[in-house]
């Protein structure tokens, strides 16, 4: 069976220390290999790579800080390719893992497992940042992925070194003019991958849950963000059981 070659882990060099450190100490629990991608950081970036990979109105449609995160998840592609992974996930600094750091690895391979069934070219969310689920109507028992339309951010996904390859082979022809997650709905509403939704999911950044501040926003941490997190999701998944 095949196994997860690599985490990526998308980052900034400055100001999320905490957040290193944090996975630094957690992630070795998973028996993955994994790097920090740093290199679209402002301080470092290279200018030939904005060019290369986006429009040049870029930095009129997004921030300093979000453009560097979308040029990281561009970079780890690239990275994956390089080390000749077959399969990766990728993950903005704030993963919170649901059920324990621990229990990631085995989850994350039986949703694997799914996946090699599948047609190659595929993003698969881990995550429940949006809050989305699949409608009960939909849910079959013992299956875990469920073929989309658009994705549910980018915080926490699965990909295939075919949909990695596809993505940078389709960024010579029609650069990137958006945030992240919002490239990838373009890219699936064209058929240049697939998108499918892990059920349960496995993580939810810590940046909407409360536990973490974020990455590009200046939400920070709090007890009142935690419940109200609490409370939307408990909301959410009724409303999607009950459909």
């Known amino acids: 069976m095949s196994t997860v070659d690599h985490l990526y882990i998308i980052h900034a060099l400055k100001g999320y220390e905490g957040h290193e450190s944090r996975l630094r100490e957690l992630l070795p629990q998973t028996h993955i290999p994994f790097t920090f991608i740093t290199d679209g950081d402002p301080a470092v970036w290279k200018e030939e790579d904005i060019n290369r990979f986006f429009t040049s109105s870029i930095r009129d449609v997004l ?95 699965l990909m295939d070194r075919v949909a990695a390859i596809a993505i940078l082979e389709d960024l010579q022809t029609k650069k990137c003019h958006t945030v992240i997650d919002w490239w990838h709905n373009d890219m699936i509403s064209r058929g240049v991958i697939d998108m499918y939704w892990a059920h349960p999911v496995l993580t939810e950044q810590g940046s909407h849950n409360g536990k973490l501040h974020a990455g590009i926003s200046s939400k920070n941490a709090s007890i009142f963000r935690q419940l109200k997190w609490s409370i939307q999701k408990a909301y959410k998944k009724c409303l999607y059981f009950i459909r």
């Open 63 to 157: 921030s300093i800080g979000v453009l560097s995160c979308t040029l990281n998840h561009i970079l780890a592609y690239r990275k994956m390719i390089d080390h000749g992974d077959q399969y990766a996930v990728f993950f903005e600094n704030d993963p919170y893992f649901l059920g324990g750091v621990g229990g990631f690895r085995p989850k994350v391979e039986a949703v694997l497992k799914e996946a090699e069934l599948l047609d190659p070219g595929f993003i698969i969310s881990l995550e429940n940042t949006t809050l989305r689920f699949p409608k009960r109507s939909e849910r079959q028992n013992n299956k875990l992925l469920y073929k989309k339309g658009q994705g549910r951010a980018a915080g926490a996904y």
